[in-house]
């Protein structure tokens, strides 16, 4: 059911261009990491990057580093095995300028189970580390209950 509605809904939207013979390309995939998922990964990993400094300092290289360490981590753990070997492998290669450039995972291609396991990875070396988390932000103005 849920399919037709989604498939209905495409076809409304773009029935006039190829009406008009306007080609357009179709791609199905998988579900990767959600918003929220997103939204709380990059938090945690501010939180970690103010807290530990040193190679952790710039945020977008602390993604990076906390990423790899989570994949070697988890790379043969029977709940993300078969997710890794889906994005392929880490790899090291030479800029135009003769720079090293580190290819391949990225946090855009992580599944939502990947995902989910990334935040709990990150939670674990946060705390191992001392980091005192901040609330997300989606937390602000709740009440406990």
Do not use: C, Y
Not at 102 to 125: D, M, Y
């Amino acid at each position: 059911m849920q399919a037709h509605k989604a498939l209905a809904a495409l076809w409304r939207e773009i029935k006039e261009d190829i009406a008009a013979g306007r080609r357009k390309l179709l791609t199905v995939k998988d579900e990767t990491r959600r918003d929220g998922q997103n939204a709380h990964f990059h938090a945690l990993i501010a939180d970690i990057s103010k807290h530990i400094g040193g190679e952790l300092a710039d945020e977008d290289d602390a993604k990076r580093i906390l990423l790899s360490a989570f994949r070697i981590d988890t790379l043969n753990d029977p709940d993300f095995a078969d997710e890794w070997r889906k994005l392929g492998d880490l790899r090291i290669g030479r800029g135009l300028r003769g720079e090293t450039v580190l290819l391949g995972n990225q946090t855009r291609n992580l599944s939502v189970r990947l995902a989910s396991g990334f935040i709990e990875w990150l939670n674990a070396f946060g705390i191992d580390h001392g980091v005192r988390f901040k609330a997300p932000k989606s937390w602000q103005g709740m009440e406990a209950r």
